[in-house]
């Protein structure tokens, strides 16, 4: 892998469940775990986030079996990561132009910041109009739900996409605290959904656009976007 590919990896900064103050942000292994397969394949990655600064972690994604992923710990150690998380590039100061990927990690936080920032959805369409690899996992997907493609039609119409389902969100007891299902969302745009078991990791490429189910999924969705850039089938 190249030194020269760049992956923009953009988070969300919204730290609590809306005008619940139960915390959330995003959720910790859907951010390392692709960050250092990006990484350890010679990428160069940036971190960008709705807001810029310091970047809210789930603190759910921190306890227990969680946080002893050996990305998570990996992370936690790596200053130069800690860096990038706590000095995230503003969103709508950052081109796509440049970058092979952009990529979206879920976490709850997601499901408020990222389909109101109109600046990432613009972002997200020059990536694709520029022919780069757009990804996401888990509740990452929420960040595609208002991007268009260059017909003027949301990106996910017609395409094959996966993202948190219906029945892990109330697996979650959180049906009734996001602002919408995301499953549900992408079928009313046009997007041919699919999923596997609930916390099992499952994925889809569909041409240039890979997208993950849950945080389970998070490697696979990462080895997935290196395969596209680097053009294998």
């Keep these: 892998m190249s030194a020269t590919i760049k992956i923009l990896m953009v988070l969300t900064s919204q730290a609590t469940m809306g005008h619940d103050p139960r915390p959330t942000g995003v959720w910790f292994e859907e951010l390392a775990t692709p960050y250092y397969a990006f990484i350890d394949h010679g990428a160069a990655v940036d971190i960008a986030s709705i807001a810029g600064g310091t970047i809210p972690i789930d603190p759910h994604s921190l306890e227990g079996d969680a946080s002893k992923l050996p990305s998570v710990e990996r992370f936690l150690h790596d200053p130069v990561a800690m860096r990038k998380l706590h000095a995230s590039l503003k969103v709508e100061q950052v081109s796509a132009t440049g970058y092979s990927a952009v990529f979206l990690p879920g976490g709850h936080g997601t499901m408020w910041d990222l389909p109101a920032s109109a600046p990432l959805a613009s972002l997200l369409s020059q990536a694709w109009a520029e022919g780069e690899v757009v990804s996401a996992v888990c509740h990452g997907p929420a960040g595609l739900v208002n991007v268009k493609d260059a017909t003027g039609r949301p990106l996910v119409a017609g395409r094959h996409v996966s993202g948190f389902s219906d029945s892990e969100e109330a697996a979650a007891g959180l049906t009734d605290k996001v602002p919408f299902l995301l499953e549900d969302r992408l079928r009313q745009l046009g997007a041919i959904y699919e ?28 080895r997935r976007v290196l395969q596209v850039v680097a053009g294998q089938p």
């Design 195 to 222: 999923k596997g078991p609930d916390f099992q990791s499952f994925a889809v490429t569909d041409g240039r656009l890979v997208t993950g189910q849950n945080p389970a999924s998070s490697a696979e969705v990462a």
